[in-house]
């Protein structure tokens, strides 16, 4: 049984792969241009996206996956001295790609680090 059992993809919720809303604001995030601070808000849902798709959290995911979609760019004049948007930054990019991976292969899931060189080794 995998975290996406009983998920269908019919009503919004993941199935065996993106699916409509999911795959669509997944694809837009890569096009947007955001200030720092607002990437930091993006990665956040993202990882709060895996960590629900990984528990079949199907609310928490649901919640998020809205939040992520309400953090879209808008087009509202900037303030001299404000930080320029930029491209999605390197670790976003990566939580997004797993996200994706996530979602279409639930059986290749693999569990979100929760950092790097915290000294734990998996045992072969």
């Keep these: 049984m995998t975290a996406l059992d009983g998920w269908g ?9 993106p ?12 096009e947007w241009e955001l200030r720092p601070g607002a990437w930091g808000r993006v990665d956040e ?16 995911f649901a919640d998020a996956r809205d939040a992520l979609e309400r953090a879209a760019p808008h087009r509202i004049g900037t303030r001299i001295g404000d930080p320029a948007a930029g491209p999605v930054p390197k670790l976003v990019r990566e ?3 797993r996200l994706v991976h996530d979602l279409r292969d639930p059986h290749d899931r693999q569990p979100e ?8 080794v998996a045992a072969d």
């Design 45 to 60: 849902l993202l990882v709060a996206m895996t960590t629900a798709l990984a528990a079949a959290d199907h609310e928490t």
């Design 19 to 30: 699916q409509g809303e999911e795959a669509e604001i997944l694809a837009d995030v890569r």
């Design 113 to 120: 680090r929760s950092g790097e060189g915290d000294g734990v």
């Design 95 to 97: 939580h997004l790609d």
């Design 9 to 17: 993809g019919q009503d919004g919720r993941p199935g065996g792969g």
